[in-house]
């Protein structure tokens, strides 16, 4: 159980274009979802949380109009990196937490989904 | 502000022991992960700890000190499979995630 998965795996954009990237919770409704960034040999870096049917959380320093997050259901959230540079190409992964866990708040993490902007 | 500190990269033989030590000082604490990150592969949950003690799963076992801000996690025999990056994370009193720059951990055979 607690599967989330992301789509699509990997992605080559133009640059100036838009990427929209999926995070859906396949076995649990997810209260909340977090966007991360990583960087090659750089740890994980929050980027925004999400919850379902509100505005989403952005960290210091990432534009929330550059990425756009929507967390419209239990079971989906996407996140559109919008006029994409080639600073912007990294690794994106999504983590998605359980509602009604109790005393643990894991995060299940998706597969990731690593941009290239050309 | 808010800190995690672990080594950046350790070396160990298989079949050896290894322990990875997390220290960390945040506004508020509810609860302490650890997690596995292969290369190029998102981080998969090993170990969570909120109070004070040893959690033993099968070759991996997480030690908590709250008092000491001090975590670690203890690999046993182990495996070329286990070469990896190892991330400490703590929970804050708003329950967000920080999360350290994580441990390399290389296998020798």
């Known amino acids: 159980g607690a599967v989330v998965s992301q789509h699509p795996s990997w992605v080559i954009c133009k640059s100036g274009t838009s990427v929209k990237i999926e995070c859906r919770s396949l076995?649990?409704?997810?209260?909340?979802m977090f966007w991360y960034r990583q960087f090659p040999k750089q740890s994980l870096m929050l980027m925004a949380t999400?919850?379902?049917?509100?505005?989403?959380?952005?960290e210091q320093g990432v534009e929330k109009d550059k990425f756009l997050i929507n967390h419209a259901s239990l079971t989906l959230s996407t996140l559109t990196v919008t006029s994409a540079h080639p600073e912007d190409s990294s690794f994106y992964i999504c983590?998605?937490?359980?509602?009604?866990?109790?005393?643990?708040?894991?995060?299940?993490f998706g597969p990731g989904t690593r941009l290239t902007v050309t | 502000g808010q800190n995690i500190d672990q080594p950046t990269e350790m070396t160990a033989t298989e079949g050896a022991i290894v322990q990875i030590n997390c220290t960390y000082q945040?506004?508020?604490?509810?609860?302490l992960f650890w997690y596995q990150q292969h290369a190029g592969e998102a981080p998969t949950f090993l170990s969570y700890?909120?109070l004070d003690g040893l959690e033993e799963k099968g070759r991996f076992s997480s030690f908590l000190s709250r008092s000491k801000g001090y975590s670690y996690l203890l690999l046993k025999e182990l495996q070329m499979k286990d070469s990896a990056s190892y991330l400490c994370?703590?929970?804050?009193?708003?329950?967000?995630?920080?999360w350290g720059a994580g441990t390399k951990l290389i296998i020798k055979p």
């Open positions: 999400s919850n379902e049917g509100s505005k989403a959380t952005y």
């Open positions: 983590s998605a937490r359980p509602g009604g866990t109790g005393d643990s708040y894991e995060q299940y």
């Open positions: 076995d649990f409704q997810a209260t909340t």
């Open positions: 994370a703590v929970m804050d009193s708003n329950y967000q995630l920080i």
């Open positions: 945040t506004s508020g604490f509810n609860g």
């Open positions: 700890n909120v």
